[in-house]
């Protein structure tokens, strides 16, 4: 936490890895300024080529979302509502309409049950030791059934000419820099502590107080974004989030879509059996 | 204040903006306006859409024709049709275990390493699952096929061909029951995932796929010239079927949900594929011209199951799909 300094969480080595503890990321967007810095750092260090430099002309977000080569994407919310108890005046847009400006780090939300890991049928999609979801690129062989079954619409397939094109790729949760006991990079740079890493019981009880403080200063839409009720069961990169999840291109109610197996395969299996009947009666009948 | 031209310009498309949400013409255009009024955030997709191309639907309709081919064979070999049962497991060996395996390559992003499909089996996982149908149907189908041909051709002495008459006998079973899975399991591929469109229709996707499998692989046959009753038989049960889809589908709407498959380029895609397999083919069979009818079913079969990859596309692209599928 800010004022820790050097035995913050998001500063100091660990050994997570090795004492199996379940880690996550809790991110804020109350203090964060939207540097950017969190993007460039996970490009960085984790060799993500560029995938384009296009002008969306959305607020002053250039990244548009997460993919394939996108791995922390900065949302720039405009919203003509009140941020907390600010003051509203002649500056703020339309003259004396409420108006705010909201920054969220965005990132692979690493499920309790995630989709992708589910779908995989290389076994390529992993879980770690610290609970995370991580993707094997030397095993994947580009599938891409992992992109429709992810609820967060988070992991994608790297087109050409990319490098390593082909393969599906996602946040990785620094899974390298965690076994030697590094924080991730975006939380290691984050300047504001926006995007605080730790053990992921610690970061609950920790956005519980914040979300509790935020509302006594008079931020009343404010709320915890993890969707601890759905099939997901929760999620190890949770939010902080001002408003509803829909404005964030958060849905409100993700499920992991292995609960649409049950009923499916009945209809499969139903199916079989009926064509099978049929197609013996077929001959039966007629021979 | 600066009453410059550019400036009063600037002012009217900021009142503009603030009242209507959106500045229409090019250069203004700031996506939404000041204040975003599109679904979500700025109308960026929830989820992803698939990124398969034009192979995998090829690939369900051949994985169709081949698993449900197989099913023929195996009646028509309980019922003494040596030729269609050898016509059948032939077009059971080239659809499902050359073309779809092929197809299923072609699609991968790193098609060299295919083999890793066979790496685990995942019973939670239609793709591995599939992987693991397709690989049993193709040795089945291809082991029943050299029996089966073997056999017709009584070049081996009498106890050997016996014995292959029974080896036939249980490949030919075993590809028909893969071949059901092969022709099913894609329906629940595309139905357990998280693209609104695809997971809401999860029970009637297998039953279109399989049965859009079975009256194509009954149409081939007859347009390879047998023409028997049991054939005719199927081709009316599948377009009876079908037809019986295109009217639940039409029914059991889920508003913005599901609107991919009734609005856009991709609801035409599965509309016209349904008619030409349901009500088209079910007439055409009905006043007689059955070549006609089997040429309707497998275009049909095709253009539709091109239809649900294309609603994959629109409906995984449309944030308001998400958010009101689960609101269901």
Partial sequence: MIGEGLQSSNQRKHSYVRDNVEVGFFTDPTVCIGCKACEVACKEWNHVPDDGFTWTGNSYDNTGHLGASTWRHVMFLEQDRQKGSQITGPMSLGDHDPFRWVFLSDVCKHCEEAGCL??????????????????????????????????????????????????????????????????????????????????????RTRAKERVQHLQGLGYNDAQLYDPLETSVRGIHAFFLILGEPEAYGLPPKPQVPTIYLESAWTAAFATAIASLIVTLLAFAFSS | MDTSASEQRLEQLREKAWQEGVVPGRGVDVAGGPIPRKPGYYGEPVVKPPVWTWEVPLYFFFGGIGGMSAVIAFGAVLFDHVDLARAAMWTAAIAGAVLS?????????????????????????????????????????????????????????????????FAAGIFIFGAAIFGTLLATYTGVLIGATAIPAWFLHRTLLPIHFGTAGLGSAAAVL????????????????????????????????????????????????????????????????????IPWAAISFLVGALVSRMGWIAVGKVSGSDPESVFAAERY
Wanted: some cysteine; overall charge neutral.
């Fill in chain 2, 101 to 165: 395996p092929i197809l299923l390559i072609m699609d991968l992003g790193r098609p060299h390493r295919f083999l890793n499909m066979l790496r685990v089996f995942k019973h939670r996982s239609a793709m591995s699952m599939g992987a693991w149908i397709l690989t049993a149907f193709g040795a089945c189908a291809v082991a029943g096929l050299i029996a089966l041909e073997l056999h017709a051709h009584q070049i081996s002495p009498g106890t050997l061909n016996q014995l292959l008459s």
């Fill in chain 2, 222 to 289: 007859e347009l390879m010239g047998h023409r028997i009753p049991a054939l005719n038989f199927l081709g009316f049960y599948a377009a009876a079927v079908e037809t019986a889809l295109l009217i639940w589908l039409s029914v059991a709407k889920h508003g913005a949900a599901d609107r991919a498959i009734h609005e856009h380029g991709s609801g035409w895609f599965i509309r016209i594929g349904e008619i030409l397999t349901g009500p088209l083919a079910l007439i055409l069979r009905f006043f007689g011209f």
């Fill in chain 1, 118 to 203: 589910e779908a995989c049928p290389t076994g390529s999609i992993v879980r770690t030791e610290t609970g995370t979801v991580f993707v094997q690129d030397d095993v994947c062989n580009g599938c891409g059934y992992c992109v429709v079954s992810c609820p967060f619409g988070v992991i994608d397939r790297r087109p050409t000419p990319l490098p390593d094109a082909g393969g599906a790729f996602k946040c990785t949760f620094c899974y390298d820099r965690q076994k030697s006991g590094l924080v991730p990079a975006c939380a290691k740079v984050c300047p504001t502590e926006s995007i605080v890493f730790g053990r992921l019981d610690d970061l």
